[in-house]
C-alpha cells in the first residue's frame, strides 16, 4: 500500500530490464509482506517519487 509520494511495484515488474532505466533514478526500497490467502511472502520495492521530484522517463 502507498504511503503517499511513493510507487509500490511487484519485485517482477522491478527487475524487467525495460523498466531499470526509468527506476534507476528513483529512490528505493525493497520490502516483503505477507498477504491473506498467499503461502508466501510477497516482495515488492517502494518507488519514492516525492512531490519535488522530477518524473523520471515521462514526457510532459
Known amino acids: 500500500q502507498s504511503r503517499g509520494h511513493d ?3 511487484s519485485a517482477t515488474l522491478h ?3 525495460a523498466v531499470a532505466a526509468v527506476l534507476a ?11 491473506h490467502g ?3 511472502p510477497v516482495t515488492f520495492h ?3 517519487v516525492g512531490r ?5 522517463g515521462v514526457e510532459s
Not at 519535488?52 to 523520471?56: G, I, K, V
Request: glycine share 8%; proline share 7%; charged share 35%.
Open 7 to 9: 510507487i509500490v511495484v
Open 25 to 35: 533514478g528513483l529512490e528505493q526500497q525493497k520490502e516483503t509482506t505477507r498477504l
Open 46 to 48: 517502494r518507488l519514492g
Open 52 to 56: 519535488n521530484r522530477p518524473a523520471t
Open 15 to 17: 527487475d524487467d530490464p
Open 38 to 40: 498467499l503461502d508466501r
